[in-house]
């Protein structure tokens, strides 16, 4: 698969590591992720970046092979020899933390919600376990109910930074019009683990709970967030062990309809979510809302509970 792009040496010889190239079998098709060592192959998925986030945000092929070189991370995921996932990593260091930084993740706009991204992830995970490195940390939107469910559920990442405007303006489909906040996942390794060790989902997910929220919800016609009250919140971090943080399932068709309320959301979650990292508390899963489909909530504990 991918002979095109991979064969790109002198003499027909692979620029890839074929120790990181495994084959996963989907139900659709099959998808194989490699690891890519060369700029001619980054130049190749140019074009799959653009379509995920737009010409501006595309990171430069010069770039990327800079951090391969550098202890960083470039994987790229195939069918049929046609890139559909990329994902792009380098080191990183906070304090006295050293982790993998995990910049990008792009998959085909068409062929989202078919767990390539996933899989992208499992490898850096496994790389991650074979390279030196204990952690592997990224910034995701808290506002995408999908992502934080993949990202807290699925892999057992959990939250512990929430990050103001952390990019800035930004002008792709997927964020024009909302800041760029962010919440910061940790994903810690187990040294010696296998690839089949892995876990494929967070201990144990919990059902609908009622917890103690950071802010209510009118949900009369689209779900519409009241302001936070940070006395509250930091008085229920005296008294309660978790506390929930409620969120839409769908911030684009709310976004489309009215980008007031779109806004309402980010601003509602930066002054709780802010609030209670600030508190020493984590976010470590995304459940359901009993009764109302159109709401998740945020668990956060406190650090070590």
Excluded at 173 to 202: C, Y
Excluded at 283 to 289: Q, T
Aim: proline letters at 5%; one cysteine or more.
């Amino acid at each position: 698969m991918a002979d095109t792009l991979l064969q790109s040496g002198q003499g027909g010889d692979s620029m890839i590591d074929t120790r990181h190239r495994i084959t996963i079998r989907q139900t659709v098709a099959e998808i194989e992720i490699v690891e890519l060592q060369g700029a001619e192959q980054m130049e190749a998925l140019q074009r799959l970046q653009e379509e995920a986030w737009g010409s501006e945000e595309r990171v430069p092929a010069s770039q990327m092979t800079a951090a391969v070189h550098n202890g960083g991370l470039v994987l790229a995921a195939f069918i049929r020899d046609r890139p559909v996932g990329l994902s792009y990593a380098f080191p990183g260091r906070k304090k006295d933390a050293v982790y993998l930084w995990s910049q990008r993740l792009a998959v085909d706009p068409k062929l989202r919600d078919r767990g390539i991204g996933e899989q992208l992830r499992r490898v850096q995970y496994q790389w991650v376990l074979e390279n030196g490195y204990t952690e592997i940390r990224w910034s995701f939107d808290p506002l995408r109910a999908r992502n934080a469910h993949l990202n807290l559920n699925k892999l057992g990442a959990v939250g512990i930074e929430y990050v103001k405007d952390l990019y800035g303006q930004r002008h792709d489909p997927a964020n024009q019009g909302l800041l760029s906040d962010r919440m910061i996942v940790s994903w810690h390794v187990v040294p010696q683990t296998e690839l089949r060790e892995v876990p494929t989902t967070a201990p144990n997910p919990l059902d609908a709970v009622e917890l103690p929220q950071a802010f209510d919800v009118d949900t009369r016609i689209f779900p519409l967030p009241c302001q936070s009250d940070v006395q509250w919140i930091e008085q229920q971090m005296l008294q309660a062990n978790r506390i929930g943080v409620l969120v839409c399932t769908d911030i684009d068709e709310i976004r489309a309809h009215s980008p007031s309320v779109a806004l309402a959301w980010r601003m509602a979650l930066r002054e709780a979510m802010s609030c209670l990292f600030a508190g020493g508390m984590q976010a470590v899963a995304l459940l359901p809302v009993a009764g109302e489909p159109r709401l998740r909530q945020y668990l956060f504990e406190h650090r070590g509970a």
